[in-house]
């Protein structure tokens, strides 16, 4: 089977694994926000990925590294989210403190990437 090249990149595999425990966890959050911050954080995290995985498709390493931004922020934006799950306790704090690792470890990864887009 034929592997592209979005797929051997360590900080997809890492969002990927981010999305798996964002769905893991956001099974245990109120009905009610089955619209509301389930929806956000799925999407968002899901997000992540699909911009890496879309941005290596790009032919100039500029197009390459706006993906790669395009992801970070979304990671940002996933953050401010399990923020605001802890702040209303529907995660625990070791929840968030695993989930706000794995954020610091991808954004750390995605800045790394931009940077080394941008100087090729």
Do not use: C
């Amino acid at each position: 089977m034929y592997i592209f090249s979005f797929e051997k990149l360590e900080v997809w595999k890492e969002a990927i694994q981010l999305s798996k425990n964002v769905y893991q966890i956001t099974n245990h959050y109120p009905v009610a926000e089955k619209y509301g911050l389930v929806s956000q954080l799925r999407r968002a995290t899901n997000s992540i990925a699909a911009n890496l995985a879309e941005g290596t498709s790009r032919i100039t390493n500029k197009d390459k590294a706006h993906f790669t931004t395009i992801s970070y922020s979304t990671i940002m934006e996933v953050l401010n989210h399990l923020i605001l799950s802890r702040e209303l306790s529907f995660i625990t704090e070791e929840d968030y403190m695993s989930l706000r690792k794995q954020i610091y470890k991808i954004s750390n990864m995605l800045n790394a990437l931009r940077k080394s887009q941008l100087n090729n």
